[in-house]
């Protein structure tokens, strides 16, 4: 079963706009993961935060996490038509002795020129 | 270096007909995963290596879904007897030790059974 939900499913926002992504998530998690995605194909990996860490910043993104909520966000400032993509949260879970990554549906961003 | 790469990148076969897909990982990754990928989902678990062993198959949908990894590099999904369903696009990763690393994607094979 699919653990990630993002929020919202689809954004669309002018450049140089803010886009805030939300994820909430069921279980216990090791860490999540931000992953985004071009055109429905390979996946590229944004950034880690550790279950211990409550936020932490890469270039123009910031994610937080609040473990208390079972909550994360996603924040992309600046935004360029360029991030125009599909961007997917994945709690990091042990089950059946093995992490894995469970992902969402992914929040469709669209970066509008 | 080379990232993961994913072959064919695209596959048509006809319902009942076995296919394989192939995913070579970046070198030195001694973790690899299949994922599929449904129009509008995100991706979903299917197996993971450690080495040349399948430390984790419990997404394997059934038992026409088969992955194998001889020396622990490249890997094939097996599937047979394909069904309509079975159309998706799998995507391959690989990581230097354990999933809840950074996972390193390949681009995917989109699979069209008709």
């Known amino acids: 079963s699919q653990q990630g939900e993002e929020d919202p499913q689809a954004l669309s926002i002018q450049e140089g706009e803010n886009a805030t992504m939300n994820c909430s998530y069921k279980t216990s998690i090791n860490n999540l993961q931000w992953y985004r995605q071009n055109s429905g194909r390979g996946l590229v990996h944004l950034i880690l935060i550790r279950s211990n860490e409550r936020e932490k910043h890469s270039g123009r993104l910031r994610v937080t996490l609040d473990t208390s909520k079972k909550s994360s966000s996603l924040l992309i400032t600046a935004s360029r038509a360029a991030d125009t993509a599909s961007y997917f949260c994945a709690p990091v879970i042990t089950q059946g002795g093995s992490e894995k990554l469970v992902f969402g549906k992914g929040t469709k961003l669209t970066v509008n020129p | 270096g080379a990232g993961v790469s994913q072959t064919p990148s695209n596959k048509v076969t006809e319902k009942g007909k076995y296919v394989e897909l192939r995913c070579d990982p970046i070198s030195g990754h001694t973790a690899l995963y299949w994922y599929r990928q449904s129009l509008g989902q995100g991706p979903e678990f299917l197996i993971y290596f450690q080495g040349t062993g399948a430390a984790d198959d419990s997404g394997l949908p059934n038992d026409r879904f088969f992955a194998v990894r001889p020396e622990g590099s490249v890997s094939t999904l097996k599937i047979q007897r394909t069904e309509r369903g079975d159309s998706a696009v799998y995507l391959c990763?690989?990581?230097?030790?354990?999933?809840?690393?950074?996972?390193?994607f390949g681009p995917g094979t989109r699979l069209l059974v008709l």
């Open positions: 990763a690989s990581s230097l030790g354990f999933p809840g690393e950074t996972q390193y």
